[in-house]
């Protein structure tokens, strides 16, 4: 059972254009929703991160955005570049599980974004 | 300051064999996660490890075991691998894990073939 939901599998986008990923979860104990992006022959890397009682969190080109009662965040890549080009990851996460303090992230099944020069 | 180093990068096994994969994870780090990475699961989390005590299992069947040492590093075992085993292997580590999430630093993993 897929926790975390993303579409779309993949994007192309034209240079300077804009990128749109968005993900859906169902599991409301989510309070982190962090973006990882991965280039091959990489693990994931950390690329922005979102609490709930936030709507909109901004790091240079990217954006994302949270929409806590549908359940839904997405992330925006202003001025697409060909540097750009990864596969994206969103994920959710329930910061502190009571008794164990464990953590564990669910991520989503990742678009795959060209973009092209 | 190093990232988290996984050792080896590539591995090929055969049905029936066991394999145990390393991770180092940045100084200072104390929890380590192990995932794995496939085209049609995506990535699906393994296990957690924190001070040598397995904090927080997955999905995944007993075959599939780790442990972590008093120097934080940590090992993954799968044991009787059959042929959908074959993934990247990622390991991630962070700081202590305690109460509010830090972040994640994943390794660049290891990518096992099972034939």
């Known amino acids: 059972q897929q926790q975390v939901k993303q579409s779309p599998q993949s994007l192309i986008v034209q240079k300077g254009g804009i990128s749109i990923i968005n993900c859906a979860y169902e599991n409301t104990a989510f309070d982190y929703f962090p973006w990882y992006q991965q280039f091959p022959g990489k693990g994931p890397a950390l690329l922005i991160a979102?609490?709930?009682?936030?709507s909109e969190k901004k790091e240079g080109r990217f954006t994302i955005s949270f929409n806590k009662s549908a359940k839904q965040f997405s992330l925006h890549i202003m001025d697409s570049q060909p540097g750009d080009s990864a596969t994206y990851f969103c994920?959710?996460?329930?910061?502190?599980?009571?008794?164990?303090?464990?953590?564990?992230?669910?991520f989503g099944t990742g678009t795959r974004l060209t973009v092209i020069p | 300051k190093a990232g988290v180093t996984q050792t080896p990068r590539y591995l090929i096994k055969t049905r029936g064999q066991q394999v145990t994969l390393s991770c180092s994870p940045i100084?200072?780090?104390?929890?380590v996660s192990w995932y794995q990475q496939t085209p049609g699961q995506g990535l699906q989390f393994l296990f957690e490890y924190f001070s040598e005590t397995q904090r927080n299992k997955g999905n995944f069947p007993g075959r599939f075991s780790g442990r972590q040492f008093s120097n934080s590093r940590s090992e993954m075992n799968v044991s009787t691998l059959e042929l959908g085993d074959s993934a990247l292997y990622l390991c991630a580590s962070s700081r202590s894990g305690q109460g509010a999430l830090e972040t994640q630093y994943f390794g660049p993993g290891t990518r096992l073939l099972v034939l």
């Open positions: 979102i609490r709930p009682d936030v």
């Open positions: 994920a959710a996460s329930i910061r502190f599980v009571a008794k164990t303090g464990a953590n564990n992230l669910f």
């Open positions: 100084s200072g780090h104390r929890s």
